[in-house]
């Protein structure tokens, strides 16, 4: 069986802004071994900040491109998704989009691919494994 791995927002844009890190992202993209999953909020995600700093045609360029990756995108509003990101949210303090990510990585049973810190705490406590990037 193939393993499974979330990407954060962070994960995802360190490869597109080529920082330290971008290679483990580009290793799991162009493995045919790994199963790739995004959570649609955390893209949405993507979309906003460059929406926000370089307006919408690059927003939407970006987006489109995106769709093109090797990943799952996933739009899972389960209950129990929604109550595992919730109760993550409040108990680690994570962000709205973080909350999804650390919640689909959990349900799933998967790794989670992610630069950001504020997951460390949700390592430590082996709610699931992180690639860290």
């Known amino acids: ?4 791995y979330v990407l954060d927002t962070s994960a995802l844009l360190c490869y597109l802004r080529n920082e ?6 580009h290793d799991l993209l162009i493995s045919k071994k790994e199963i790739l999953k ?6 949405g995600e993507i979309y906003y900040g460059v929406l926000r700093k370089e307006g919408v045609q690059k927003a ?3 987006y ?4 093109q990756y090797p990943l799952e995108y ?14 993550l ?16 990585t959990f349900i799933e049973r998967s790794v989670l691919v992610t630069k950001d810190n504020d997951f460390r705490l949700l390592e430590k406590d082996k ?4 690639l860290w990037v």
């Open 1 to 4: 069986m193939a393993l499974s």
């Open 20 to 25: 330290k890190g971008a290679e483990k992202v």
């Open 38 to 43: 995004m959570h649609r909020v955390n893209l």
């Open 60 to 62: 939407s360029q970006l």
């Open 64 to 67: 489109g491109m995106l769709l």
């Open 74 to 87: 996933t739009s899972n509003l389960s209950d129990t998704l929604l109550m595992t990101a919730g109760r």
């Open 89 to 104: 949210k409040v108990e680690y303090g994570l962000g709205f989009a973080d909350s999804f990510a650390a919640a689909t």
């Open 127 to 130: 709610l699931f494994d992180v």
